[in-house]
């Protein structure tokens, strides 16, 4: 398999405070990959670095293009899509309004059509929502537009950091079991951090696992998720 | 009774010019949370760019197109060369920034042009409209002009796909860079389009008060006050801001206060929008945790 984002000794933070120091990893092509960690750990600034949202230094690769220069709009159209923390919604727009905003730098009408009603076959309560003020959405209907809006890209790669947060544990089910079959069936590359360490190492095949900047163990999923050591050392359960 | 229709259709009027300058406010300041103090002059100097197509004797509705394109692309620039460096400046720094391009922008069409007051054509001349006893064809030409460019800006953001870009911006930047809208262009793109809305206020007005370089203080006044009472932060609460704030000023000028006192009624509206209910009828109340 080769790899389709590839990190090398990343450098990042916020102001003159460093969170990042020298991360590495890559997300396989077609998998899906879990960065794992507790809180501060920097999960979240690698999902910001990598997207060119905050100061950076280091080796970005993503298929086949340096991106560590680049500005996180031209990232975007090379096809990585990025659902942020906090979802991100356009709380004023209708939730329709919100799916298109996803397509906009698509030039293909037809399959915008297309895709809009496969993310209402995906997520039906956004269909019942459409004409609805985004920002009047549940948390959980908010997280699954997000997911839609950012799939509404047609991306290569799908940045997701923390779906699960804040949510009722049947909406979870729902949306990890919606990011398999979009990994499965549409080949779409997931690249997930998240808090439930659990629910991750279930979906994921690889993982990294992040402590103070660094990653700390690298590997396949099913193998940290049978190591009890590390379970109890860093995953807590 | 005759009279009263006359004032209230002439405020109509003079709201629609308001109406127009209030939403050139309102666009800038949902994306950039400013207000440009230099609209009003913006808009002042387009009006003698049109002054000046005319007198080198092109039609008018050929100079009126050439205005806003030229109000366009100079609206575009000055963002991007003026505006842009002081993106993440303190809000004062802006503020200094939008009265420096208010005072050179009224000098140089003083120096251009001069300080004597020059007439502007209407080009509503007295055959255009069927004749009506309460409006003047000017007034009916300006509130015409003013629904048409209104109906065009709304069909803009609703139903185009720029247009939904720009909104995504305007609310959401970092959003709106993670679905690869440049953000960037798009807040350029909204200072041409409230300079070329500016533009098409400034012609519409240039005829009733004269061409001078101070000419838009006052219609800035009324503007701000329109866009106050709408609500800052909501288009259609600008326009509505807009008629009333001219219906109003024409009825108080013409029957309580006399027509010197008019921008009292503009000043007094600001000040006591902010005192009262400062989010306006339609503005959004935002409530921050401190």
């Known amino acids: 398999m080769t790899a389709l984002l590839e990190v090398a000794d990343l450098h990042a933070g916020y102001g003159p405070t460093n969170v990042l120091s020298g991360i590495a990893f890559s997300v396989e092509e077609g998998g899906i990959t879990a960065l794992l960690g507790a809180n501060g750990a920097g999960k979240t600034t690698t999902l910001r670095a990598v997207c060119g949202m905050i100061r950076r230094r280091g080796t970005?690769?993503?298929?086949?293009?340096?991106?560590?220069?680049?500005?996180?709009?031209?990232?975007?159209?090379?096809?990585?899509?990025?659902?942020?923390?906090?979802?991100?919604?356009?709380?004023?727009?209708?939730?329709?309004?919100?799916?298109?905003?996803?397509?906009?730098?698509?030039?293909?009408?037809?399959?915008?059509?297309?895709?809009?009603?496969?993310?209402?076959?995906?997520?039906?309560?956004?269909?019942?929502?459409?004409?609805?003020?985004?920002?009047?959405?549940?948390?959980?209907?908010?997280?699954?537009?997000?997911?839609?809006?950012?799939?509404?890209?047609?991306?290569?790669?799908?940045?997701?950091?923390?779906?699960?947060?804040?949510?009722?544990?049947?909406?979870?089910?729902?949306?990890?079991?919606?990011?398999?079959?979009?990994?499965?069936?549409e080949k779409v590359s997931i690249l997930l951090v998240e808090q439930n360490a659990k629910l991750a190492l279930e979906l994921a095949d690889q993982a990294h696992l992040l402590e103070t900047g660094r990653v700390v163990l690298g590997g396949p999923a099913g193998q940290i998720r049978d190591d009890e050591t590390v379970r109890r050392a860093y995953l807590g359960y | 009774m005759e009279a009263l229709l006359h004032q209230i259709l002439s405020g109509l009027a003079a709201g629609g010019i308001y109406a127009s300058l209030a939403l050139a406010l309102v666009m800038i300041y949902q994306s950039t949370h400013h207000i440009n103090f230099a609209q009003g002059e913006m808009a002042m100097f387009s009006t003698y760019l049109a002054w000046t197509f005319i007198n080198a004797g092109f039609p008018y509705w050929i100079a009126f197109v050439a205005t806003?394109?030229?109000?366009?692309?100079?609206?575009?620039?000055?963002?991007?060369?003026?505006?842009?460096?002081?993106?993440?400046?303190?809000?004062?720094?802006?503020?200094?920034?939008?009265?420096?391009?208010?005072?050179?922008?009224?000098?140089?069409?003083?120096?251009?042009?001069?300080?004597?007051?020059?007439?502007?054509?209407?080009?509503?001349?007295?055959?255009?409209?069927?004749?009506n006893p309460y409006m003047s064809p000017h007034e009916m030409g300006t509130i015409g002009v003013t629904f048409v460019v209104l109906i065009l800006l709304y069909a803009f953001f609703r139903f185009t796909p720029l247009g939904l870009a720009m909104r995504a911006a305007a609310q959401n930047p970092v959003s709106s860079r993670l679905a690869g809208i440049r953000v960037g262009w798009m807040l350029a793109l909204g200072w041409g389009l409230a300079a070329t809305i500016g533009a098409i206020a400034g012609m519409m007005v240039a005829p009733v008060v004269y061409l001078d370089p101070n000419m838009m203080a006052g219609v800035l006044l009324y503007a701000f006050a329109a866009a106050l009472l709408g609500g800052i932060d909501n288009p259609f609460g600008a326009v509505l801001g807009g008629f009333i704030v001219g219906v109003a000023e024409n009825l108080l000028g013409a029957y309580v206060i006399g027509t010197e006192l008019k921008l009292t009624v503009a000043l007094v509206l600001i000040v006591a929008v902010l005192l009262f209910k400062p989010s306006g009828f339609f503005g959004r109340v935002i409530v921050t945790r401190v």
């Open chain 1, 60 to 185: 970005v690769n993503f298929a086949g293009e340096r991106i560590d220069t680049r500005a996180t709009e031209d990232i975007v159209r090379l096809g990585l899509a990025h659902v942020p923390d906090g979802r991100g919604t356009f709380v004023q727009l209708t939730t329709e309004e919100n799916l298109r905003v996803g397509a906009l730098t698509r030039r293909d009408r037809k399959g915008v059509a297309a895709d809009l009603e496969r993310m209402y076959a995906y997520f039906p309560r956004l269909r019942e929502r459409g004409s609805q003020q985004a920002g009047t959405l549940s948390g959980g209907e908010q997280q699954m537009l997000a997911i839609a809006r950012a799939l509404m890209l047609r991306p290569k790669l799908l940045v997701l950091d923390e779906p699960s947060f804040g949510l009722a544990p049947m909406v979870v089910q729902d949306i990890f079991r919606i990011m398999r079959t979009v990994n499965r069936e």
């Open chain 2, 68 to 131: 806003l394109g030229v109000s366009f692309v100079a609206g575009i620039l000055i963002e991007r060369i003026v505006i842009r460096p002081v993106e993440r400046a303190p809000v004062l720094s802006v503020v200094i920034v939008f009265i420096a391009l208010l005072v050179i922008f009224n000098s140089l069409a003083g120096w251009i042009y001069t300080y004597t007051i020059k007439s502007f054509p209407s080009p509503f001349g007295g055959s255009f409209f069927p004749q």
